[in-house]
């Protein structure tokens, strides 16, 4: 299994188990975002797992940023993985709104809550 998902406070928590590799990306960008449409106007948070951190991740993360800008859907990232934060931090588009990295779920369950309130 990919991935899970509940809603904490009326937050979308998405959590990514595994790699999905390079050719599993376009799966779980089309699962996640599924997900995303489904619990609109809900903010998103996507945690990823320690075995999901890895560099293939990274790329779904930002299309699905993405595509949260374009529906007008807060999105953060959870992941212990400084290496991934600080790749997502690097590569997260300027141009619309800015992608929170958290490293805690708690704090980014939070963060997502009292923004949307």
């Known amino acids: ?40 106007p809900a903010p998103v948070v996507i945690v990823l797992d320690e ?27 959870a992941t212990h993985s400084a290496p991934i934060r600080r790749a997502l931090d690097a590569d997260a588009d300027a141009g619309g709104t800015r992608l929170v990295v958290h490293a805690r779920v708690d704090t980014a369950v939070a963060a997502a809550f009292a923004a949307a309130a």
């Open 1 to 40: 299994m990919l991935l899970s998902h509940s809603l904490d406070h009326g937050v979308l928590v998405i959590r990514v188990h595994e790699d999905p590799g390079v050719g599993g990306r376009a799966t779980l960008v089309a699962q996640i975002s599924d997900l995303v449409q489904a619990y609109r």
């Open 51 to 77: 075995p999901a951190a890895r560099g293939a991740v990274v790329s779904v993360v930002l299309r699905v940023h993405r595509l949260c800008g374009g529906l007008g859907t807060l999105m953060s990232v």
